[in-house]
């Protein structure tokens, strides 16, 4: 069972930048895909990007393009999603988020676990 812990959230200016950082235990990191998946007030939850086993293969949804990296370091059981360019859009609730395998989807269903999240809150 994979254990994910977020940090890094905060209150930032429309402009602004933000990094999200996400450590995991329990599984070999480099055994499984990473993502972040965000939640606003009201809206579905959507996934903003994830990351292969090696990283070599990342998805970002289009609302981010551009904007946000996902990256993570094998030798630190770390994810990491860098934030710029923020928007109020981007205001929701950030959660990390373990695949099942060695590449992520864009379906519930292939995560093996979840953290509590971090808010990030963009004013504008």
């Known amino acids: 069972q994979v254990q994910v812990v977020e940090s890094g959230g905060g209150l930032v200016q429309t402009g602004g930048s933000l990094r999200l950082s996400c450590v995991a235990s329990?599984?070999?990191?480099?055994?499984?895909?990473m993502g972040w998946i965000r939640q606003a007030p009201g809206l579905e939850r959507e996934f903003v990007a994830h990351?292969?086993?090696?990283?070599?293969?990342?998805y970002y949804a289009d609302s981010v393009k551009g904007r946000f990296t996902i990256s993570r370091d094998n030798t630190k059981n770390t994810m990491y999603l860098q934030m710029n360019s923020l928007k109020p859009e981007d205001t929701a609730v950030y959660y990390c988020?373990?695949?099942?395998?060695?590449?992520?989807?864009?379906?519930?269903?292939?995560?093996?676990?979840w953290g509590q999240g971090t808010q990030v809150t963009v004013s504008s």
């Open positions: 988020a373990a695949f099942k395998g060695h590449y992520g989807s864009n379906k519930y269903g292939d995560l093996s676990s």
């Open positions: 329990g599984r070999a990191f480099s055994d499984y895909a």
């Open positions: 990351i292969s086993w090696s990283g070599g293969s990342t």
